[in-house]
């Protein structure tokens, strides 16, 4: 079974600068895409980044521009460079991974960590 740990949450203030981790663990798999979504209060969850396994980047409009992601595939890590941010960026970030076990590709939710931007 393959384990999620996020990391890198807090509280900033409006322009200042995060950068989110998460890290896949656990039995042997073969991660696929990694992605960020986040929920802010009373809201959906929304998409914010992919990254495919050959390195292909799909953002949100809202972070075009200010967000980047990026992954260490020798680490089972996906990053998330998040600058300039907003009040509006106040939410829970939650990676999402799928991977292939054995011939099954599933696909598995971090814990969230929290992000809070200040005015």
């Not at 949450?9 to 322009?15: C, D, M, T």
């Not at 989110?20 to 009373?42: D, T, V």
């Not at 990053?79 to 799928?98: F, G, I």
Request: charged share 15%; hydrophobic share 35%; proline share 3%.
């Amino acid at each position: 079974q393959v384990q999620l740990v996020e990391s890198g949450g807090g509280l900033v203030q409006a322009g200042e600068s995060l950068r989110l981790s998460c890290a896949a663990s656990g039995s042997p798999f073969s991660i696929n895409n990694m992605a960020w979504h986040r929920q802010a209060p009373g809201k959906q969850r929304d998409f914010v980044a992919r990254i495919t396994t050959s390195g292909n980047i799909e953002y949100a409009e809202s972070a075009k521009g200010r967000f980047t992601i990026s992954r260490d595939n020798a680490k089972n890590t996906v990053y998330l460079q998040m600058n300039n941010l907003k009040p509006e960026d106040t939410a829970v970030y939650y990676c999402y991974v799928d991977y292939w076990s054995g011939l099954s590709l599933r696909g598995i939710w971090g814990q969230g960590t929290q992000v809070t931007v200040s005015a």
